[in-house]
């Protein structure tokens, strides 16, 4: 199978599906979810564990390169996103228009959230696209359920820790931080197991339509460029 390919149509319709399942994580992400009376979780957890099977499939698809492009993509999508968002509140708005409070609650995000999640999705990313390429070099290409599961187990740990951390350090108990980065890390993880069936289908339905598998041989690691 050749290992480089122009972007093709499949290409960006994953891309495009990935950057919606991002922008939708971060707008739903302000609604907590009462899983338990003991345990809440922001309402993206139901949405944005998606972005990491897809960051798998391009990682095992088409090769760090390509995923590289896609996650600064998704960064870029976000941030113009988020700045649009705050334009939009700050807009004059007429007397008899009552709902500025509740939209600036819905679209607005403090610049503390803001970095946080701009931190946690870098960090989170790009270390789970570099675990999951070193991995299939080493297991060449056998065992893709251990090289998503051990990615994700990384890259969501740096997720959930820095997200959490940054967001709500100070603000609440340590104890209560600390449990709302182990039941986040916890569901995130098990939501890609319960998904791998699913990754797999897709992953190879991909490499017989592109013909393509890509393997990072000798490359470096730069979330910029190389």
Known sequence: MKTEKAVSRLFMCIAVCYVTCLLLSNLIAG?????????????????????????????????????????????GCSFFAVAIYLITIALPHPSFWGNQEAYAVVMGTTPRVALASF????????????????????????????????STLVGEGFDSVIFIMISFWGTMDNATVFQ??????????????????????????????????????????NVIRG
Do not use: C
Not at 125 to 144: D, I, R
Not at 183 to 212: I, S
């Open 31 to 75: 609604k907590m979810w009462a899983v338990t009376g003991s345990i809440t979780l922001p309402a993206a957890v139901i949405l944005f564990p998606l972005t990491y099977i897809f960051g798998d499939v391009f990682t095992e698809v088409y090769g760090f390169r390509k995923a590289r492009m896609i996650i600064w993509l998704g960064f």
């Open 119 to 150: 931190a946690g999705y870098l960090f989170g990313e790009f270390s789970n696209s570099m675990v999951l390429s070193k991995l299939k070099v080493a297991t060449k290409g056998k065992h893709l359920w251990v090289r998503t599961i051990l």
């Open 180 to 221: 709302m980065i182990l039941f986040q890390y916890l569901f995130k993880v098990g939501y890609e197991v319960v998904f791998t069936p699913v990754t797999y289908a897709v992953v190879n339905g991909l490499k017989r339509a592109e013909g393509v598998d890509a393997y990072d041989y000798d490359i470096k690691y």
